[in-house]
């Protein structure tokens, strides 16, 4: 090594960043029980307020999570899911369906599609968590 | 709650439960028997708990009883537990057992939930399992037999592609599939009981969550009884952090696979040296 200090860059940071979750989903009272339910898991929590609004926010930065409602203005979260898993890249974020849509043929519709796990709203931080779970990232 | 009231409480779930109700649960006792208190007709838990004083041990006490005991459950608790079961130890047993067919008992089973679990890994894995699940709680095991859940139950512990691959919905909630239904059968028994339930010995129990609140020799008794229950080399799933005792021989622990004990093969007569 020469004699000049390298200057410690944050990268050498032994604390990692945390998780990112999106939320996304136009009740904007939904996205703040699920915002306090998530970040109780450790994620950095960002919202969108629809799948259009969401698009915008992974071409900025791909979360680890993403909570997708269904029914929404401008672009819903199957329109979503499907452009997103198009891009490049689009297939590295978990993405849990949370929607009032109880249905088996959503259901299987929704996995089809691409995502991880589904949630049936109603929902509690047990049942978010359970989900988390099974989708590999708590 | 008077002392002398919760006292008797005490005694009724220790002799007849095995059940150890601490005095920090007096609160519990209060919320949980309201209920039981107005449906029975009686003005006060005080007055219900007088009457099963007063009365032979009967339907009413046991509804006291069963209204104590921790019902909380759900589906693949853990996770792991039921993945060694599903992906290791039902394919193994199956292999050395005439038609293919594994024994499992789930001890406690209150609603149901384990015990429709382990239908579900083990029809995963395509074995043959015959699971008898039991509990001391009536109105729990008619829950259990009818295998209908709520939208809530069904989403603690089940992956949506086990709910569309083992469930159907029925109006509002959701219902075991015909297909898992063939495979378990409940019945009402305590576990305090000397004899264990009829059908012979199984090759794997899960008896979770149920030990850890129970009085000390009682669960001694009740761990007996299990290792009565089970074949040489029987596998014993508890909850985690739960445990035979300390130095038990009747049981090893399994490294690796938390909560799961073997049952170790013992001389039946002990001679002193």
């Excluded at chain 1, 307020?49 to 203005?73: F, K, R, Y």
């Excluded at chain 1, 978990?94 to 995502?115: D, M, N, P, Q, S």
């Excluded at chain 2, 002799?15 to 005095?23: D, E, I, K, Q, V």
């Amino acid at each position: 090594m020469g004699g000049v200090t390298p200057r410690v860059s944050q990268s050498l940071n032994p604390v990692p960043d945390p998780r990112t979750c999106l939320i996304v989903d136009d009740s904007r009272i939904i996205r703040k029980v699920a915002r306090r339910i998530v970040e109780g898991f450790g994620f950095e929590v960002d919202e969108a307020a629809d799948g259009a609004e969401a698009l915008a926010w992974c071409a900025t930065a791909l979360p680890d999570v993403i909570l997708l409602d269904w029914n929404m203005p401008v672009m819903d979260g199957l329109t979503f899911l499907k452009r997103l898993r198009a891009q490049p890249g689009g297939d590295g974020p978990k993405i849990l369906f949370c929607t009032i849509e109880t249905e088996v043929a959503r259901i299987a519709e929704a996995l089809a599609a691409g995502a991880d796990e589904y949630v049936m709203k109603p929902f509690d931080g047990e049942i978010l968590e359970s989900k988390f779970a099974e989708a590999g990232v708590v | 709650m008077r002392p002398e009231d919760f006292e008797h409480l005490q005694s009724l779930l220790l002799t007849r439960a095995g059940f150890a109700l601490t005095r920090d649960r007096m609160y519990l006792a209060d919320h949980r028997l309201g209920p039981v208190a107005r449906r029975e007709g009686y003005a006060s838990v005080e007055d219900l708990l007088k009457a099963t004083r007063d009365l032979p041990v009967g339907s009413l006490a046991w509804s006291v009883i069963e209204a104590m005991l921790n019902a909380e459950t759900w589906f693949r608790r853990d996770r792991a537990p039921f993945a060694s079961f599903g992906e290791e130890l039902a394919p193994a047993i199956s292999t050395v057992r005439p038609g293919g067919r594994v024994r499992v008992w789930s001890a406690g089973c209150g609603a149901g939930q384990e015990a429709w679990s382990l239908a579900m890994m083990a029809a995963g894995a395509g074995v043959h399992a015959e699971i008898l699940g039991t509990d001391l709680a009536q109105r729990q095991l008619e829950k259990a037999k009818a295998g209908l859940y709520t939208q809530f139950e069904v989403q603690r512990g089940l992956a949506a592609r086990q709910l569309l691959q083992w469930f159907e919905p029925h109006e509002e909630a959701w219902r075991v599939a015909p297909q898992l239904r063939g495979m378990v059968r409940f019945e009402r028994d305590n576990l305090m009981d000397a004899v264990p339930p009829e059908g012979g010995r199984y090759d794997v129990v899960f008896c979770r969550y149920v030990l850890s609140d129970m009085e000390v020799t009682r669960r001694q008794r009740v761990l007996e009884r299990l290792e009565a229950s089970l074949v040489d080399d029987g596998c014993l799933f508890l909850g985690l952090g739960e445990s035979p005792g300390e130095g038990n021989p009747a049981f090893r622990a399994v490294s690796g696979r938390p909560g799961l004990f073997v049952k170790t093969a013992r001389p039946r007569i002990h001679r002193a040296a």
